[in-house]
C-alpha cells in the first residue's frame, strides 16, 4: 500500500522523459436530463488546441452513464475511432458513473500510465493544451497528492514562480482537469460512498477530495496552474435538470482558446 510520499516526491521529473497519460471523461447524453449536449463543442476545442496531432503519448476514455440513446456520440466514432467508449447497460448517475471510472482505473496493469487528467465533457483548452499539460506535470504534479490545470477556486502565489499556485486542499472543487497517479484510484473508490457524503449529497469532485484527505489528512495544499489551462463551458448542470446558461462555475483566470502559455 503506498504512503504519502509515493505521490509527493518534490522532485521534477525529466523534461526529456515520455510519459503516458490517460484522460478521462465522464459523459452522458444531456437531452435525456434535459439539458443540452455539447461534447462535440469540447472535442472541437481538443481538436483547435492540436492534441489529436501531438506526438505526445495520450489516450482518452469516455464513459458513459448508461445514457438510453448513445447516438450522441457517433461523431466519436466516426471523427475520433481512437477514442476509447466505455458503455453502461445500466442506467447510472454522476456519482456511480465516476465510481466506475476509478474502478476501471484502479484495475490498469502497473505502469500503463503515468498520470491520468480527469476532465469533463463541457470544457475549453488552450492552444497546444497537452504539450503545456505535459511540461508543467513533469514541473509541478510531484510536488501536492493531485493537482490541477482548473482553478474555479482562490490560489496563492508561490514566490519567483509564476506558473503554479498553491491552494488549499479542502477548497477544491471542479474537476474540468484534475491530474493524479493512476494509483490513488483506489483509495478514493474505498470511501466513495461515505454515509456523510451520501447524507450531504456530495457530489464528484467533492467526493474524490474528501476521500483523499480522509486517508491522507497531512496533505494540505495542491499546486494547480497559473493561469488556467482549461475553461468550464458554464452552461448549467445536466443532474440537476437545469437547461439554463451562465450557472456553472468558472476559472479565475483562463489563458484562453487562442493563446499558448508557452511553458519550456
Given at each position: ?159 519567483n514562480d509564476i506558473k503554479v499556485r498553491l491552494a488549499d486542499i479542502r477548497g477544491f472543487y471542479g474537476t474540468c482537469c484534475t491530474i493524479f497517479k493512476p494509483e ?10 461515505n454515509p456523510h457524503f451520501e447524507r450531504f449529497n456530495y457530489n464528484p469532485d467533492t467526493r474524490f477530495r474528501d476521500s483523499v484527505i480522509k486517508r491522507f489528512p ?47
Amino acid at each position: 500500500m503506498q504512503n504519502i510520499n509515493y505521490f509527493i516526491n518534490k522532485k521534477k521529473i525529466d523534461i526529456d522523459k515520455k510519459l503516458k497519460y490517460l484522460i478521462t471523461i465522464p459523459c452522458v447524453n444531456r437531452l435525456e436530463r434535459n439539458a443540452i449536449n455539447v461534447i462535440d463543442k469540447t472535442f472541437e476545442s481538443f481538436e483547435k488546441s492540436g492534441l489529436f496531432e501531438s506526438d505526445i503519448d495520450v489516450t482518452i476514455n469516455l464513459f458513459d452513464s448508461g445514457s438510453i440513446n448513445t447516438s450522441y456520440l457517433d461523431f466519436i466514432k466516426e471523427k475520433y475511432p481512437k477514442v476509447v467508449i466505455m458503455y453502461s447497460s445500466t442506467p447510472l448517475n454522476g456519482i456511480s458513473n465516476t465510481l466506475k471510472m476509478f474502478f476501471y482505473i484502479s484495475k490498469l496493469p502497473i505502469n500503463t500510465y503515468d498520470y491520468i487528467l480527469w476532465m469533463d465533457d463541457d470544457v475549453f483548452v488552450c492552444k497546444n493544451f497537452i504539450k503545456n499539460a505535459d511540461i508543467w506535470i513533469k514541473k509541478y504534479a510531484n510536488f501536492s497528492i493531485f493537482s490541477s490545470l482548473y482553478v474555479p477556486y482562490e490560489s496563492h502565489v508561490v514566490p519567483n514562480d509564476i506558473k503554479v499556485r498553491l491552494a488549499d486542499i479542502r477548497g477544491f472543487y471542479g474537476t474540468c482537469c484534475t491530474i493524479f497517479k493512476p494509483e490513488l484510484a483506489k483509495f478514493v473508490m474505498s470511501n466513495w460512498y461515505n454515509p456523510h457524503f451520501e447524507r450531504f449529497n456530495y457530489n464528484p469532485d467533492t467526493r474524490f477530495r474528501d476521500s483523499v484527505i480522509k486517508r491522507f489528512p497531512m496533505a494540505k495544499k495542491i499546486c494547480v496552474s497559473y493561469p488556467s489551462l482549461v475553461e468550464h463551458m458554464n452552461i448549467g448542470s445536466a443532474i440537476k435538470q437545469k437547461k439554463i446558461v451562465n450557472k456553472g462555475h468558472k476559472s479565475k483566470f483562463f489563458i484562453g482558446e487562442d493563446n499558448d502559455p508557452k511553458y519550456i
